[in-house]
């Protein structure tokens, strides 16, 4: 099984729609992170957090939100969907500042 | 914030040859300099790492230099393979956030 799961791996939904990205990690770390892969502007962080009781926001969380609802679990959700939140996504954990390991990312498309 | 930014944007190099990817950052805070490997339908891998307190590491055909007074840092790749083919970023954090360069895409002519 992978290290970091994401769900769902691809996704098309309509403008104004509520829609969540899930993910789970089996590294027991505890510091999560979402970002945003757009072409030619590399990673940008959306939200991180550092535990469970702990949420961050990061260069570009405007339009999203986060929720820890475990060590494990980390899930964005998208309150109002518009078309340039059309991306693909990635969830990512890290021990500290050491390596950081990412899922296989969400590509979400909204129409 | 920190700022990295990295270059160039795409590479081309024959195979054998050898590819040098650059990357710079603001902070003088950073202390952590990893490198991520995206291959096409994937996330990112980390292929080599340095801390502030190293200036060279290397493994294999693969090889990073850190320099804190210019705050630059390179991966260096030699005897390139097809399947060296990927996106590259690089990153900088002082511990808290991780900050991503905008990705070299590597491609590597047979």
């Known amino acids: 099984d992978a290290d970091v799961t994401q769900t769902p791996r691809n996704r098309i939904t309509k403008t104004g729609k509520r829609i969540m990205l899930e993910c789970s990690q089996t590294k027991g770390h505890d510091r999560m992170y979402w970002y945003r892969q757009d072409p030619g502007l590399g990673l940008r962080l959306i939200y991180y957090s550092f535990d469970v009781k702990d949420i961050n926001k990061g260069e570009i969380s405007d339009g999203y939100s986060v929720s820890r609802q475990a060590q494990a679990k980390f899930s964005l959700s998208l309150e109002s969907a518009i078309p340039n939140q059309t991306a693909l996504y990635f969830c990512?954990?890290?021990?500290?500042?050491?390596?950081?390991?990412f899922g296989q990312g969400t590509r979400l498309t909204v129409v | 914030g920190e700022n990295v930014e990295q270059h160039p944007s795409t590479l081309s190099v024959q195979e054998g040859d050898s590819a040098v990817i650059k990357c710079t950052y603001s902070d003088s805070a950073s202390n952590y300099f990893p490198w991520y490997k995206q291959e096409l339908g994937k996330g990112p891998q980390l292929i080599i790492d340095i801390r502030s307190n190293v200036g060279e590491k290397k493994d294999q055909r693969i090889a990073v230099t850190l320099n804190k007074t210019a705050k630059h840092f390179s991966l260096h790749i030699t005897e390139t393979q097809p399947e060296d083919s990927a996106v590259y970023f690089c990153a900088a954090t002082t511990g808290n956030q991780f900050y991503f360069g905008t990705g070299t895409s590597l491609t590597v002519i047979p």
């Open positions: 990512a954990t890290s021990e500290g500042y050491g390596e950081a390991f």
